[in-house]
């Protein structure tokens, strides 16, 4: 055996490991299933022998009444039996995949961010969707396939054995011939599958990659790029999906033949020997119809092999899933306690990408209980990286983060994101309503607390002149909102919250002068009852905090305030002179890449 099929024996057995992994929970039905199954089989199998007696009574001038009424009752057993096992069979399959669905959708969205990073939204929602149908056929269908076919080919040999020994001896030939074919196409039809699958994730992730931002592809007239690509991954699917279909056709076919030169032979051998007197002719008759009824067990077996090999390629991406990291503390209970505003202080943090060059390299700093601490430094100094390492999206390679001298890495994350909101500097809405937006953290927030949030961000007038309030539609990804408006309701989502710490990454980046002066007011009230940690380029934003931390390529250069750095930091100086706009410069207003806002005529950023 060499290296690659020693490679897929083990891969093989493992993949069936998984598989009955999956079907363990719904064991009791499909040992009804398989119970019903063999009956079923049995009932057939019991037919020919009654044929024998119906001939040999017909030699013998016998009565066949008995006779017929028993086949007549096993054909009808039988026929009964197996609608009741296709039924169960689908549900129990329908099931297994609900069960499995069910798994990867709770495990998919507790994925660590580092494994959404590097692994395509679209390729992964082709796991739970497209894998689990393929699965689904393997667990159920394959597996009572493989029951059924080798119990009743087993039987089928039995009886065979005990009608004539030499006919058998005859007809084993084309058990043979189906193994050694088996073993040679069958890993063949997993690989195929397999590959199948992953070109079907690939066309998954491109249509979401193009979707996701429908506006810059058209922007670029990019749609015949995105279309390209989509076409390659679905044309690579197809010819994977024929290379299986190639297989699953010449298996079939050997073994349909196989079956038919076996029936030929036994049918001239066991002529003979009727014509030598050694075989009554109603015995090879009965012999002749379960070598034909055995066509059906040795079809069903090679088909069940085939659907399970077909599984195994799904089994191999979804245990992908299952081995991916999970944030598994997201769900604890935290009980309710009083609001503070606590010191959230990093001590000598270092963290590296491990795809990137770039390093957070030893940052101290301290966001004071109350203070605004306000993070600036040129793009790409570690700004932002601080804040997904304060929330615990990534975990520092060394040092400590601390949340009132507790260190982060002893809570659960479920308790440090109760305590901590965070507002991207692009805050993404989600399908659905105004309100489900706004209560997306805070499902209990009673209407007054809703008001008095969306009068802290300037949002009262604009929501009480939509014709729908609160529970207009905001569009796929908030695509009926202005960027600012978008903004403006993830800070009063994460206000609602009322955390104990707030961090703002570039909010006031798509605001004009007049709502951007109206949210500083907002984050400075705040500031009383929280901490504020905010990153911001401009400097309107900045002059007014309590403490400005300037950063470069990943480290701490100068902490102090605003007119402290303009006497002694360089890089400080630099920024405030050239990236910083100046205090009474406003935002572009009318550069709103996000598309309409729901109401032209309000006082919202564009």
């Not at 999906?241 to 010449?250: E, Q, S």
């Amino acid at each position: 055996m060499n290296r690659t099929t020693a490679e897929e024996g083990v891969s093989g057995a493992g993949n069936l490991a998984t598989l009955l992994r999956y079907i363990r929970p719904h064991r009791a039905m499909l040992t009804i299933v398989g119970t019903l199954t063999l009956c079923s089989s049995a009932a057939s199998l019991a037919q020919p022998m009654i044929i024998e007696d119906v001939l040999l009574a017909l030699g013998a001038d016998g009565d066949l009444t008995n006779p017929l009424l028993l086949l007549a009752g096993l054909l009808v057993v039988s026929a009964a039996l197996t609608g009741l096992t296709v039924w169960l069979t689908s549900r129990t399959s329908e099931r297994v995949v609900l069960h499995l669905r069910r798994t990867l959708i709770h495990r998919l969205i507790r994925l660590r961010v580092r494994e959404t990073d590097n692994t395509p939204v679209g390729d992964l929602t082709t796991r739970v969707t497209s894998d689990t149908t393929v699965l689904q056929q393997a667990a159920s269908a394959g597996v009572i396939q493989l029951l059924d076919g080798a119990v009743t080919l087993v039987a089928a040999c039995v009886l065979m054995g005990m009608l004539d020994w030499r006919l058998f001896l005859v007809s084993f030939g084309v058990l043979v011939v189906v193994g050694l074919i088996g073993g040679i196409v069958m890993p063949r039809i997993r690989r195929a599958s397999q590959a199948v699958q992953e070109q079907i994730g690939a066309v998954g992730a491109v249509l979401e990659r193009a979707l996701s931002a429908t506006r810059t592809v058209k922007a670029n007239a990019a749609e015949p790029v995105e279309t390209a690509a989509a076409d390659q991954a679905a044309r690579l699917a197809y010819r994977a999906g024929l290379r299986g279909a190639k297989y699953d056709a010449v298996i079939g076919v050997l073994t349909g033949t196989a079956v038919q030169v076996s029936f030929l032979i036994v049918l001239g051998v066991g002529g003979a020997m009727v014509a030598a007197g050694s075989l009554h002719v109603a015995t090879l008759i009965a012999f002749l119809l379960y070598l034909f009824r055995m066509m059906g067990p040795v079809a069903g077996l090679v088909s069940g092999v085939s659907t399970v090999f077909q599984g195994f390629g799904a089994v191999s991406r979804i245990e992908q899933v299952e081995k991916m990291e999970i944030e598994d503390d997201v769900d604890v209970r935290i009980p309710a306690r009083p609001r503070t505003a606590p010191t959230l202080r990093f001590d000598n943090v270092r963290f590296g990408y491990p795809d990137r060059n770039f390093r957070i390299d030893g940052v101290t700093l301290s966001a004071r209980a109350g203070e605004r601490t306000a993070v600036v430094g040129p793009s790409g100094a570690g700004k932002t990286t601080l804040f997904a390492l304060a929330e615990r999206f990534y975990q520092p390679d060394s040092g400590r983060i601390l949340l009132d001298e507790v260190d982060t890495a002893t809570l659960t994350r479920a308790e440090l994101r109760r305590r901590i909101a965070y507002v991207e500097q692009d805050s993404t809405m989600l399908s659905g309503s105004i309100h489900d937006n706004l209560t997306y953290g805070a499902t209990t927030a009673s209407g007054d607390e809703i008001r008095q949030v969306l009068a802290a961000t300037g949002l009262t007038g604009f929501v009480d002149e939509l014709p729908d309030g609160l529970a207009t539609e905001v569009g796929s990804r908030g695509a009926m909102l202005s960027g600012g408006q978008r903004q403006r309701l993830a800070i009063a989502r994460a206000l609602l919250r009322r955390p104990d710490v707030l961090l703002l990454d570039e909010i006031t980046a798509q605001l004009d002068a007049r709502n951007e002066e109206a949210l500083r007011q907002t984050v400075e009230s705040v500031a009383k009852q929280c901490t504020v940690l905010l990153i911001a380029h401009r400097l309107s934003t900045v002059v007014s905090a309590d403490q400005i931390v300037v950063m470069q390529n990943g480290t701490v250069r100068a902490t102090g305030n605003h007119k402290q750095l303009l006497a002694t930091s360089d890089l400080y100086r630099e920024l405030a002179a050239t990236q910083l706009l100046t205090p009474n410069t406003p935002a572009d207003a009318g550069m709103s890449p996000a598309g309409p806002s729901l109401h032209r005529t309000s006082s919202a950023g564009h």
